[in-house]
């Protein structure tokens, strides 16, 4: 639902701050009170091809992984309002460095995945998205959605953020420039979890590509850089399903301990190489999220990372918005003003969009969700079922049985 331009940084720094914006330039278009622009997953070592120095000013050995630079590491730039849909990553676990402005995350475990209503459509490799609006959740059509546990945290220059394996995450900037690098850290599962993907992509694409052949936009991510033929996904499912058996090999020669995520044993190959580095993408502006109240009750897992790891805790979501914002925040609660996020560094003040003006994520996803007396079943309930994660292992699980004893 994005608009993509190709821009020069200081052009998305002129029209991000309100200055005057030449009548030729990419961002002429787009009132910057209205809409939000957003470089995202841009790989460093793309960006620095040319300097590739920069890369090793990336440093993530601090937190176990020694040898890895920004040459695994991928670059976020984003407005105020700038967001990525509540969404889990398939593959491994990931960092993230908060360089410049403030970003809002909001959180929750993998044990409220049903209460998210989970979709694979729109389809984009290793990104299951959520139909629900979570900053502004359609009670009525998404009830469920109450009995997710929220976590928020507030990110700040300098920290760090881990996010496990299968964390459902949105992500919001609250501040007129945000910069943010992550790496995603490969794991064991993710063998496992390719072929998965392989499943549901191949499923996806057949039944959406035979529902509308000429409409592919509808239903697949613009990130989405290869074709949807038959023929392809074939090929990388058979791919998934080699490298996981010739992985095994490798893996019976080894001690179980030397797979532990210590930066000597990992998946070499990118976790989301199907992304399109396309250009910076533009969307209407969202309202700022609840405000929820803290909850102190204290983290029982180990902390990974030694004592300087501070836990990002649970919060209220019975709690009106009137009794505060809920974040885990060294730094104290964001400064807010009847309602609106409180803007820095930025002269111009910028509106923010009302509930009515907002698109629910599940207006978008399937028709089906618009009324649950419908008894009509489209193709995308069908694969909310057949892309269900659960039937998902279950299939992966028979293919490389079969596939083992045909060996």
Request: hydrophobic share 35%.
């Amino acid at each position: 639902m994005c608009s993509y331009v190709d821009a020069t940084l200081e052009e998305f720094l002129v029209w991000s701050c309100g200055q005057s914006v030449s009548v030729a330039g990419p961002f002429s278009h787009y009132d910057n009170s209205k809409f939000w622009a957003y470089a995202d997953y841009k790989y460093l070592a793309s960006v620095f091809e040319d300097n590739t120095d920069v890369l090793q000013n990336v440093v993530w050995s601090d937190f176990g992984f020694p040898g890895r630079n920004g040459r695994e590491s991928t670059l976020w730039i984003g407005s105020l309002g700038a967001n990525t849909p509540c969404h889990l990553d398939s593959y491994g676990c990931n960092l993230v460095l908060q360089v410049q402005g403030r970003k809002r995350w909001h959180l929750f475990p993998p044990e409220d995945t049903a209460f998210l209503y989970p979709t694979r459509i729109p389809y984009e490799e290793s990104s299951v998205f959520s139909k629900v609006n979570v900053v502004n959740p359609d009670l009525k059509h998404f009830p469920q959605f109450l009995k997710a546990q929220r976590h928020m945290v507030t990110l700040y220059p300098g920290q760090v953020l881990f996010v496990p394996r299968h964390w459902w995450h949105y992500v919001e900037s609250i501040d007129p420039i945000t910069v943010s690098i992550n790496s995603w850290i490969e794991l064991e599962e993710d063998h496992q979890a390719r072929v998965e993907e392989a499943i549901t992509r191949m499923l996806v694409c057949a039944l959406k590509a035979a529902e509308d052949p000429t409409n592919t936009k509808a239903w697949l991510n613009p990130t989405e850089v290869e074709g949807t033929s038959h023929e392809i996904n074939s090929q990388y499912l058979n791919g998934a399903i080699s490298a996981y058996l010739e992985h095994n090999k490798v893996a019976e020669a080894l001690t179980s301990t030397e797979f532990k995520i210590n930066g000597e044993h990992r998946v070499e190959a990118p976790l989301k190489k199907r992304k399109l580095d396309v250009h910076t993408r533009t969307k209407e502006k969202k309202s700022p999220c609840h405000k929820l109240a803290t909850d102190t009750a204290k983290l029982e897992e180990n902390i990974p990372f030694g004592l300087d790891l501070i836990p990002v805790l649970p919060s209220l979501q019975n709690e009106s918005s009137e009794k505060g914002t809920a974040e885990s925040d060294v730094k104290g609660l964001v400064s807010e003003s009847g309602g609106h996020v409180e803007k820095l560094n930025c002269a111009q003040e910028q509106p923010v969009m009302n509930k009515a003006e907002i698109p629910l994520a599940g207006n978008i996803v399937s028709d089906s969700t618009t009324c649950h007396s419908q008894p009509f079943i489209s193709t995308d309930d069908l694969l909310d079922c057949l892309v269900d994660p659960k039937v998902i292992s279950l299939v992966a699980q028979l293919l490389l049985q079969k596939r083992t004893c045909n060996l």
